[in-house]
């Protein structure tokens, strides 16, 4: 029975004109029975071209993984992304202060300024203010130079606001030294002071206004 399967596929195989594949002697002995060892699995027959065609074969096993291919160009430019959103306002800084700087250089002066308007007018004075004249001592030279001094005396607190002085005869020209006011020395006053060359006089009169 075992020639038999044996010698049908072999016969279907040279009637087909193709080598019998190992695969299908296998499955033969396979099913004429026990007893007989099947050999490893052969590659797959060539399909035949009459009929319908034999079952598919199982896969195969997974072959190596082959070398990795080189690398492809670089791609184009992408699209430019959002902005980002404003950071956080950072700490202050706790260094020293820094030194002063020199000063810079004096500008130049600016242009004069437009003439400001006139002021209001001022009140009226409360009053006006009296005078005396205080004459002082007639004072005469004893020639050759000799310096000679007269003084007029205001009253008491009052304040001397003028003076001036006379000279007499016989000789009218004198070498005056000073016509002054006198300060609180011990009253307000004038003093007339000269240096008379020759006999002659000199007087002092004071100009004053009494304090209320």
Not at 69 to 88: I, L, S
Not at 184 to 190: A, L, Q, T
Not at 191 to 200: E, M, R
Not at 202 to 211: D, E, G, T
Request: net charge positive; aromatic share 2%; proline share 9%.
């Amino acid at each position: 029975m075992k020639t038999a399967t044996l010698v049908s596929a072999s016969a279907l195989a040279v009637a087909l004109n193709v080598v019998p594949s190992t695969t299908a002697i296998a499955d033969a002995i396979h099913r004429s029975g026990g007893g007989v060892s099947a050999g490893l699995p052969g590659p797959n027959g060539v399909k035949s071209a009459v009929g319908g065609g034999g079952e598919r074969g199982p896969q195969g096993p997974r072959g190596h993984e082959g070398k990795r291919g080189p690398q492809g160009p670089q791609g184009p430019r992408g699209p430019q992304g959002y902005q980002g959103a404003t950071g956080a306002q950072g700490a202050t800084g706790s260094g020293a202060q820094g030194a002063t700087g020199a000063q810079g250089a004096t500008g130049a002066q600016g242009a004069t300024g437009a003439q400001g308007a006139t002021g209001a007018q001022g009140a009226s004075g409360a009053g006006s203010i009296s005078t005396y004249v205080v004459p002082g001592p007639m004072v005469s030279g004893l020639g050759g130079g000799t310096p000679v001094s007269s003084e007029a005396l205001c009253n008491d607190n009052d304040v001397v606001t003028g003076g001036g002085y006379i000279e007499g005869p016989p000789n009218v020209v004198s070498m005056t030294i000073k016509s002054v006011p006198l300060k609180s020395s011990p009253r307000d006053g004038w003093q007339a002071a000269g240096s008379i060359p020759l006999l002659s006089n000199i007087q002092a009169f004071a100009v004053c206004s009494p304090v209320p």
